[in-house]
């Protein structure tokens, strides 16, 4: 005995809330979760070494107004300067700029700094100014106050918003120099959105058959 097909409205409301439930998953798990810059891939255990600019990850690329092999630098896990994660530092330029590598807009919530050396009396109070560019030139401005102390610590970088780009002035020349790591991410909206709507379809189409 073949069983009775279920109602239309039955079936509607079991997929509606089947996709209710995917997608709150989603929003809670790790397809929505923050990316982050980590520069993990530049890992070594030795004492330092170079990276050349641009250093591209996850369609982001850092930048220093001074190029070539040499124009990054990075510390290993024997380094004394290691401050607990890898991270990169400016190492001959005065200028790093974040942007995407498709010259699309992006948000950005937080960084991780630190002192470049780990001496206190080489590293003072260290304070950086973050400047972020909208695609109309428009500007925002947040100056990070890092207190006297080594190892990286995560600041909030408040309305850094839909912009093409972030500068700040970082370099291994400067009195206080520093080095930086996990350059938090916003999603996009829109990317939000489409893996939203691409959820539902599947579990609509899925139950149309």
């Not at 380094?79 to 400016?90: E, K, Q, R, V």
């Not at 207190?147 to 400067?174: K, Y």
């Not at 990317?191 to 058959?209: P, Q």
């Amino acid at each position: 005995m073949r069983p009775s097909p279920i109602p239309g409205e039955t079936l509607m409301t079991r997929f509606i809330a089947i996709a209710f439930v995917t997608v709150a998953a989603l929003f809670h798990g790790e397809a929505f979760a923050s990316p982050t810059i980590d520069f993990e891939s530049l890992s070594h255990s030795g004492g330092v070494e170079f990276v050349s600019s641009p250093y591209l990850e996850d369609g982001f690329a850092v930048t220093s107004n001074v190029g070539g092999p040499t124009a990054f630098g990075t510390w290993g896990t024997s380094s004394t300067h290691f401050a607990g994660s890898t991270g990169l530092y400016n190492n001959i330029g005065l200028i790093t700029t974040l942007s995407r590598t498709d010259s699309a807009s992006f948000s950005v919530e937080s960084i991780d700094l630190s002192n470049l050396f780990n001496s206190v009396s080489v590293n003072p109070r260290l304070i950086v100014t973050f400047v972020g560019t909208h695609s109309d030139s428009s500007t925002v401005t947040h100056l990070v106050d890092v207190p006297r102390f080594f190892g990286f610590q995560t600041f909030a970088l408040p309305g850094f918003e839909d912009i093409v780009s972030m500068s700040w002035d970082q370099s291994a020349f400067e009195s206080v120099p520093h080095q930086f790591d996990n350059i938090g991410i916003v999603p996009e909206p829109a990317s939000v959105l489409m893996l939203a709507l691409g959820v539902i379809l599947t579990t609509y189409f899925r139950f149309r058959r």
